[in-house]
């Protein structure tokens, strides 16, 4: 398939080419134009289309610019005004107007005439958010949009001090890679104790934010914030019990196989007990993986790698990189986490991580890595309503590209046994977080089944399901307050309710292309950029069979793609 990476941004043709969001004033004429004007033929209908797509281009991309600024620097002050600002001030006052739209859409004689195959998708989101929409939550969401970012103001100054030299969380996690057991400890006690100095302020934004939740589902006429989640995020192709099932295959096919690999690691490094601080390590005498030492060389070597599978790939990267649009280093003053954020209008991406020289640190990017392939593959769409994928498309893409990439990270490791580690390390990644994804996931549908609950019941909630999906072949006696905040350092809990099943669902799928790709490299290949070509104008299963696979939770399935996995363990 003939693709390329020669991203222009988009040519203005409604908006001034000049035209910044300073003020409110400045927008609104548009908006206006867009719900005054009269559409009397199917031509009318489809420039009106590509004036609304353009706005909303502008729009978002101007709201990603500022959120990406403030994470790069969470210290400066006028960054996060300017941030608050458009969530406070400007996206509020486009909501009523985006209702609007959506209903002159719906109601147009001339939209029944618009292709069905290209459309559905759309017209049943646009139907979806009228649904949904109420004057009185604007307010109570843009209170939360800014609120979810307090997570990465607290998160952001957390740092410890390791042999007279501070850290990050992030930085001061390859610590626990080290040969000296004791170093190990030191290492997870301080990260730990550091997490629980801000617990409390920690549990009162999550308050915060679970009744202002449950507030916008209550006035969108739902019993909680899970239903109207649910909604929301169009999962129109599974429901909660399909949740509740994938919970079920992970406790009968996946913990077994996490309890094999940690009792290979408890022999491989000769410990009587596995500890915490134990799962990343090597035995003395190997050396941790250092796959890289700056974040140059990080995106260098990446290059290297993606072009060995796909020159298309390096060249979405290699694009980026013209265009500044990475921050790939860890650093005091910057929020935690990693990100591709898909810039509508220029159409390359952002990446930004935080990356301190590990093997993890890998992955992240090959992962960011296949997200900012999607946002160039989506980019020829004709509207921006197009380059809306579902999420759990969006992380096959970035899952599938780690699982791929392994077969080239010889651009990391020019050591064999290495680079045989680092696919060991990977594939154990694969099976690991599945528990963890089942047990956030399911802790999030209580949390909000219960929204009025206490921090003794959240926390007695939170400790009943980290048991259900862990093995005891991790020893945690006398840590048990630092596991009963495990869920602190989750992200997703405070910035993207409900969004983690996604990984779930997507790690099977990438699972699945990876099979294909065992079997005929090519036609996987393809088959890949075929479905991210696709952006959302498809349903979720059909965006999954343009990949060739199946869209399937159930146990039996899922059973099927573990022995998978367990055998190119065993063969490693």
């Not at 099932?245 to 196989?257: D, G, M, N, R, S």
Request: proline share 4%.
């Amino acid at each position: 398939m003939n693709v390329s990476a020669a991203i222009k941004k988009l040519e203005r043709h409604f908006l001034p080419e000049d035209f910044t969001i300073t003020i409110w004033e400045v927008l609104e004429p548009y908006l206006k134009n867009l719900v005054n004007r009269e559409i009397n033929s199917f031509s009318d209908l489809e420039q009106w289309l590509k004036d609304m797509s353009e706005v909303e281009a502008v729009v978002s991309e101007d709201a990603c610019w500022r959120q990406i600024k403030m994470t790069c620097d969470t210290e400066n002050k006028s960054l996060e005004e300017a941030f608050t600002f458009f969530m406070m001030e400007i996206q509020p006052k486009i909501q009523p107007y985006a209702d609007l739209l959506n209903k002159k859409l719906i109601n147009n004689p001339f939209t029944k005439e618009l292709p069905q195959d290209k459309f559905f998708t759309y017209l049943r989101s646009v139907k979806k958010s009228i649904d949904l929409f109420r004057e009185e939550n604007i307010p109570l969401q843009a209170e939360l949009g800014v609120m979810q970012q307090q997570y990465g103001a607290i998160a952001g100054k957390m740092t410890v001090e390791v042999n007279g030299q501070e850290y990050t969380l992030q930085q001061a996690s390859k610590f626990l890679l080290n040969h000296d057991r004791n170093l190990r400890e030191e290492v997870y006690r301080k990260i730990q104790q550091r997490r629980l100095q801000d617990k409390d302020a920690m549990h009162d934004l999550y308050s915060k934010l679970i009744a202002k939740r449950h507030q916008v589902a209550l006035n969108a006429g739902f019993e909680n914030y899970r239903d109207y989640k649910f909604v929301e995020l169009g999962r129109f192709d599974y429901t909660k019990e399909d949740c509740y099932q994938f919970h079920e295959a992970v406790k009968l096919h996946v913990l077994p196989i996490v309890e094999k690999i940690n009792r290979n690691k408890k022999a491989k490094l000769g410990v009587d007990v596995l500890k915490p601080w134990d799962t990343e390590a090597e035995p003395a005498g190997v050396e941790p993986l250092k796959p890289f030492n700056t974040g140059k060389e990080l995106l260098d070597k990446s290059i290297a790698c993606f072009e060995k599978l796909n020159p298309f790939f390096a060249d979405c990267l290699r694009k980026m990189d013209e265009l500044k649009h990475f921050d790939l280093e860890s650093r005091k003053g910057k929020a935690p986490g990693g990100y591709n954020c898909p810039l509508t209008e220029s159409g390359a991406p952002f990446i930004f991580m935080n990356a301190a020289g590990q093997m993890d640190d890998v992955t992240t990017m090959v992962h960011e890595g296949g997200h900012a392939v999607h946002s160039f593959l989506a980019h020829h769409l004709e509207l921006s309503a197009f380059k809306e994928y579902p999420m759990e498309i969006a992380e096959v893409a970035s899952m599938s590209m780690e699982l791929f990439s392994m077969d080239e990270w010889e651009s990391f490791f020019d050591n064999k046994e290495d680079l045989k580690r680092a696919k060991e390390h990977q594939l154990e990644r694969t099976i690991t977080i599945f528990p963890w994804i089942a047990t956030i996931d399911k802790f999030q549908h209580w949390v909000y089944e219960n929204p009025n609950h206490s921090i003794e019941e959240r926390t007695a909630a939170w400790m009943r399901i980290l048991n259900e999906f862990s093995t005891d072949t991790i020893d945690f006696t006398g840590l048990e307050q630092f596991r009963e905040i495990g869920w602190q350092r989750q992200l997703h809990l405070f910035e993207v309710p409900f969004y983690y099943i996604e990984y779930g669902i997507a790690q099977l799928g990438a699972i699945g292309l990876w099979m294909q790709f065992k079997q005929n490299k090519e036609k996987a290949i393809n088959n890949y950029i075929n479905a991210l070509s696709l952006g959302g104008t498809k349903t979720l299963p059909e965006l999954y069979a343009a990949a060739g696979l199946k869209f399937d939770l159930s146990p039996n399935y899922i059973k099927t793609l573990m022995q998978f996995v367990n055998e190119e363990m065993e063969k490693l």
